[in-house]
Nanobody
């Protein structure tokens, strides 16, 4: 089992940047596919980006070219660098982990990102 704790959210102006981090406790971090999701008020939770065990990354079209996901297996962390933020990026951002083999999934508690002038 893994416990996920996000940090780095906040208020930023349009065009600004934020870096979200997710710290994972427990063992076997390198065996998890990691991802970020987001949920705006009144909307469903949407996938944003993911990074596989081998490091392959994928992005939603809405963030491609602006967001970068990365992982540090030595530190048990996954990060989301968000550049050129837009008001429509405003949402609660959630860290997600899926264990290779069993498919067990875990969620963090979320961190709020607000993009507004």
């Amino acid at each position: 089992q893994v416990l996920l704790v996000e940090s780095g959210g906040g208020l930023v102006q349009p065009g600004g940047s934020l870096r979200l981090s997710c710290a994972a406790s427990g063992s076997g971090f390198s065996r998890y596919t990691m991802a970020w999701y987001r949920q705006a008020p009144g909307k469903q939770r949407d996938w944003v980006a993911s990074i596989a065990i081998g490091g392959t990354t994928n992005y939603a079209d809405s963030v491609k070219g602006r967001f970068t996901i990365s992982r540090d297996n030595a530190k048990n962390t996954v990060s989301l660098q968000m550049n050129n933020l837009k008001p429509e990026d405003t949402a609660a951002y959630y860290c997600y982990a899926r264990l290779y083999g069993t498919g067990a999934t875990y969620w963090g508690q979320g961190t709020q990102v607000t993009v507004s002038s």
